[in-house]
């Protein structure tokens, strides 16, 4: 993908998503114009220039399919894969997908990705390519009022805005709790230039990180996420700040289902399932030893 491309990879993002939920009787997931979907094409490349790949279509000269991707660490996420309504079915996502997986094999690193549930053919992609799931999250929606959400205390946690110094400390903790590390990413989100990212932390007695939840404010996007946890307790109390950060939005969030108290705490503030996800990956799988909450488009993010 180059700049010339952000017009036309956003729209194929924005007709893509909205026609699959639309042909599921749910209507259109991005109620935003397709030039606010460009914020992927503009994060994404921010975070790691020159890794979307795009399929082009010969007969036509049109894309068909795209796909961002982020090589980390210990792993290469799978971020937003999309192919345009027009061309399903042509192999251009599957041509992709395996250029993905040629470059996470010659890394030596399991490629990991998070996708819908509920989008067979999707799953299906990943699956005959040789994913394993190995987590499932519910999507979790609730309307926050200009007002905020009136949402009582998590006793015993206090949290506080990220500073640009606690990314060592994130990357550290999320490595802990799910096997991956990616400070770059957020020290991007620490530092804000674009002016859409905010990030909570909790900490223990002695000043070492608990917990933190990052999430964007933008017309494209409103999601929470990406965040990790020592246990529900602190991912509620850091979600329940959160989501009253710049209130007046529908923020979309992905609780792990086994996590049975954070679960229960989400549905007593009001919050209901709009979706299902599962967290896949194609190679060496981390045993996840807390509580992780990751975003369902960019998986970086």
Request: one cysteine or more; aromatic letters at 8%.
């Amino acid at each position: 993908m180059t700049s010339d491309d952000w017009v036309e990879v956003a729209e194929m993002i924005h007709v893509s998503l909205n026609y699959w939920y639309a042909s599921k009787g749910d209507g259109p997931k991005l109620k935003c114009g397709p030039e606010h979907v460009q914020l992927h094409c503009q994060v994404n490349e921010a975070l790691d220039p020159g890794r979307c790949l795009v399929a082009e279509m010969d007969s036509t000269g049109r894309l068909a399919a795209c796909c961002f991707y982020h090589p980390r660490e210990r792993h290469v996420s799978l971020g937003i894969m999309v192919a345009h309504p027009n061309y399903f079915g042509t192999g251009a996502a599957k041509a992709i997908l395996g250029e993905v997986i040629a470059f996470a094999e010659k890394e030596e690193k399991p490629l990991r990705l998070v996708s819908s549930a509920m989008n067979l053919d999707s799953f299906s992609l990943y699956n005959r390519a040789g994913f394993v799931p190995y987590a499932m999250f519910q999507d979790m929606l609730i309307d926050v009022p200009s007002e905020g959400l009136d949402l009582p205390e998590i006793e015993g946690v206090e949290v506080r805005t990220g500073r640009v110094e606690d990314a060592p400390a994130m990357a550290a903790l999320e490595r802990e709790i799910s096997g991956i590390e990616r400070e770059s990413d957020f020290r991007h989100f620490l530092e804000n230039r674009e002016d859409i990212w905010h990030v909570s932390v909790t900490e223990d007695a002695s000043g070492g990180l608990n917990g933190f939840l990052c999430s964007v404010t933008h017309p494209g996007c409103s999601l929470i996420g990406p965040g990790v946890s020592r246990n529900d307790q602190q991912a509620a109390g850091l979600l329940r700040v959160v989501l009253n950060h710049e209130p007046g939005r529908t923020r979309v969030w992905l609780a792990p289902c086994d996590k049975t108290e954070l679960v229960q705490t989400c549905y007593s503030w009001g919050a209901r399932n709009c979706e299902l996800h599962t967290a896949q990956v194609l190679g060496e799988k981390y045993n996840i030893s807390g509580v992780i909450m990751p975003t369902f488009m960019p998986e970086t993010w």
